[in-house]
Antibody, heavy 120, light 112 residues
């Protein structure tokens, strides 16, 4: 089955760190750009970061630059998001998504998300 | 980059048609035919419905259709069904490889 499954969310104190994982299956993971998108409570969706097939290009939302790091392990069909110096405003459901890049620009496969709560 | 503007809610009776608008600017919606639409039932994975303004995602019903005029894109759901009740989000290419996407504020569709 073609799917993405996120894990690693939880409750963390402000200033703390967390690593999210996304396990891909049913498709050739190494052929695709991958993205993290978040949904804050009561608000809409927000693109967070993306990464090229081989990991050589990474892009970030300005508000997470220097605090979040996106990475991937193609041998393990996995995508990661390392989050540090977490703030209350980072509280959200984090989704990983498969991205159609270069001229198409959309997400054709999503996971169910993992909840991150930043609170003391 | 500001979020694209969608109505907070739209409702309709079974069988009716509804349209959800998505208003951006000349920097995003107005400048590129790269608007996509996603259906999200809370607790489930969001699902791609439409990409590149009007192209159906594989397996999606042709009751869904997309269009664009100027800085506003639209999603129309024809023959509204109970299972269409969900949140809907538009998304546009934002013109930069380093900040490529801007999403809409989301619309809750209620089937009366």
């Amino acid at each position: 089955e073609v799917q993405l499954v996120e894990s690693g969310g939880g409750l963390v104190q402000p200033g703390g760190s967390l690593r999210l994982s996304c396990a891909a299956s049913g498709f050739t993971f190494s052929n695709y750009w991958m993205t993290w998108v978040r949904q804050t409570p009561g608000k809409g969706l927000e693109w967070v970061a993306n990464i090229k097939q081989d990991g050589s290009e990474k892009n970030y939302l300005d508000s997470v630059k220097g605090r979040f790091t996106i990475s991937r392990d193609n041998a393990k069909n996995s995508l990661y998001l390392r989050m540090s110096s977490l703030r209350a405003e980072d509280t959200a459901v984090y989704y990983c998504a498969r991205e159609r890049h270069y001229g198409s620009w959309y997400f054709d496969l999503w996971g169910r998300g993992t909840m991150v709560t930043v609170s003391s | 980059q500001s979020a694209l503007t969608q109505p907070a809610s739209v409702s309709g009776s079974p069988g009716q048609s509804i349209t959800i608008s998505c208003t951006g600017s000349r920097s995003d919606v107005g400048n590129y035919n790269l608007v996509s639409w996603y259906q999200h039932h809370p607790g489930k994975a969001p699902k791609l419905i439409i990409h590149e303004v009007s192209k159906w995602s594989s397996g999606v019903s042709n009751r869904f259709s997309g269009s664009k005029s100027g800085n506003t894109a639209s999603l129309t759901i024809s023959g509204l069904q109970a299972e269409d009740e969900a949140d809907y989000y538009c998304c546009s290419y934002a013109g930069s490889d380093t900040f490529p996407y801007v999403f809409g504020t989301g619309t809750k569709v209620t089937v009366l």
